[in-house]
């Protein structure tokens, strides 16, 4: 399960700063969200090692 | 619920509440109409075939970061969901949301309109599926 840092402030039931899954993202376009920069990839440290 | 005036529909687009660039909305539900007719009938007859959706949007455009343009540009070519409501509101029986998942966007116009006209966009998406929610 891939989660994402909110960035923008108009993402639907979510504030700058949250995070967000790609499961409460199905549906959504999410290399666009990320494109347009209202989200960010979060790197975990399972990921950073 | 009475009649009302449109006033604070809610319209998200890829997950991005755009409501507040909204200057008109359109959810266009329909079912293709199969015909059925055979032999013997004295008129037409017809089936519900598969959904036919489309929604029109108009937005006034706004190029600052996330906002308007920089949510619809990567869209263009691809599928999405939308959902639409009449208000802003919590989803109720008198305030159903209705989200078409799936919906795919042809194009749009990064700039349109005339000298003295406030900069806009139209956009229209086609296809996808609609269910309706009441709570």
């Known amino acids: 399960m891939a989660t994402y840092k909110v960035v923008a402030d108009n993402i639907a039931g979510k504030n700058p700063g949250d995070s967000i899954t790609d499961e409460e993202l199905e549906g959504t376009n999410i290399a666009a969200l990320l494109e347009s920069g209202h989200i960010t990839k979060t790197t975990s440290k399972k990921e950073a090692e | ?135």
């Not at chain 2, 329909?30 to 015909?35: I, L, N, R, T, W």
């Not at chain 2, 906002?67 to 969901?81: C, N, S, Y």
């Open chain 2, 1 to 135: 619920m009475a009649i009302f005036v449109l006033k604070n529909a809610s319209v998200t687009i890829n997950s991005v509440d755009l409501s507040a660039y909204v200057t008109s909305v359109t959810v266009d539900y329909k079912v293709d109409a199969v015909e059925s007719t055979a032999m013997g009938a004295s008129g037409h007859s017809f089936t519900g075939g598969l959904q036919s959706n489309t929604i029109t949007v108009n937005l006034n455009q706004d190029f600052a970061a996330t906002k308007t343009e920089a949510t619809i540009f990567p869209l263009v070519g691809t599928t999405t969901t939308v959902v639409v409501k009449s208000d802003s509101g919590a989803v109720s029986a008198t305030n159903p949301s209705y989200t078409i998942a799936g919906t795919y966007l042809e194009g749009s116009q990064p700039v349109a309109g005339a000298v003295g006209d406030l900069a806009a966009m139209a956009l229209t998406f086609n296809g996808g599926t609609m269910t309706k929610a009441t709570s």
